[in-house]
């Protein structure tokens, strides 16, 4: 037996905050019977309705994927582009992405039907670090990064403070390699810290999230999270 709003979420439906207020406000039922009582406890046998629309009662399952450039991070794409989800063609469990890659961006990136999880992870308050690797135009100096450690003002909201490492530069080709560790998830936000310090982005790749890494993997493949990894990101959200 598990709490209601826990199973909705579980479904992938929503986070367990949103799935609270979808039952106080009378749009869940069990068994054909509205619920509208914080802390039901359901099973798997019972019929859980959103909206009327039954929910799949599914396992959570975590998973990593090595997202390659050209990608869409989404379930469907009205353009009929190549979405993450179609790596996942042999896996039964519906799943979301957490968070996004931009189209022309590539790396790691977790998915889930675990609603619940997913929200956290992506709340920056929880400051789940995520780590980028980034070709950049120009020779980079510390001097020129040096504001992103204090946080830089992006389209009317300043950053939270980041840190930054130049791991290689060309003076052939006039470009510089940085590594830039940040919690927040916006959008095209290494790209747009990169450019404010007057370092345009030509190749990005997320290479770390939270403790994971991208090791054993190439990309377009996947694999499932061990019970300890699941754990940590758990563990990091608390």
Known sequence: ?????????????????????????????????????????????????????????????????????????????????KVVLDFFTEVPERLYPIGRLDYDTSGLLLLTNDGDLSQKLMHPKHEVDKVYVAKVKGIADKKQLLPLSRGIRIEGKKTAPARFEILSTDA?????????????????????????????????????????????????????LTKKEVNELKNQVK
């Open 172 to 224: 052939a080709t006039q470009t510089s390699i940085v590594q830039l560790t940040i919690h927040e998830g916006r959008n095209h936000q290494v790209k747009n810290m990169l450019k404010a310090v007057g370092l345009p982005v030509q190749k990005l790749k997320r290479e770390m999230y939270g403790s994971l890494t991208l090791a054993g993997l190439r990309p377009g493949e996947y694999r499932e």
């Open 1 to 81: 037996m598990e709490r209601l709003q826990k199973v909705i979420a579980h479904a992938g439906i929503t986070s367990r905050r949103k799935a609270e207020e979808l039952i106080v406000s009378g749009r869940v039922s069990v068994n054909g019977q509205i619920v509208k009582e914080l802390g039901v406890q359901v099973s798997a046998k019972d019929r859980v309705e959103v909206d009327g629309v039954p929910i799949e009662q599914e396992s959570p399952v975590y998973y990593m994927l090595y997202k390659p450039r050209g990608v869409i991070s989404a379930v469907t794409d009205d353009k009929k582009r």
